[in-house]
Nanobody, 120 residues
Framework: VQLVESGGGLAQPGGSLRLSCAASGFTFSGYAMSWYRQAPGKERELVAAITSAGSITNYADSVKGRFTISRDNAKNTVYLQMNSLKPEDTAVYYC??????????????WGQGTQVTVSS
């Protein structure tokens, strides 16, 4: 299993970024996917999750209405569109592979992470 994130960088408050996670080594369309983040000195937290078919998503309260998770099963890629960014969104963002088609059963593989910094 390999998960490779990209799209991180520096954004201004109120700006946008789109993260991508390219997956390989497993049947992507059969598994839930998620995005986590970890800020310095804080625990890793779940940001957003999506079922294997993409029909159901859920979000942390802190990002609801600003972030959108989506997936393209033909491209084996999961995305995180981040709008109205805030300085508190600064963190390393990781994608994770679910243990099944539904996010509730946890995750077993993580990517190496991509840094997102929100600052003026």
């Amino acid at each position: 299993v390999q998960l490779v994130e990209s799209g991180g960088g520096l954004a201004q408050p109120g700006g946008s970024l789109r993260l991508s996670c390219a997956a390989s080594g497993f049947t992507f369309s059969g598994y839930a996917m998620s995005w986590y983040r970890q800020a310095p000195g804080k625990e890793r937290e779940l940001v957003a999750a999506i079922t294997s078919a993409g029909s159901i998503t859920n979000y942390a309260d802190s990002v609801k209405g600003r972030f959108t998770i989506s997936r393209d099963n033909a491209k084996n890629t999961v995305y995180l569109q981040m709008n109205s960014l805030k300085p508190e969104d600064t963190a390393v963002y990781y994608c994770a592979k679910g243990k099944s088609s539904w996010p509730r059963y946890g995750y077993d593989y993580w990517g190496q992470g991509t840094q997102v910094t929100v600052s003026s």
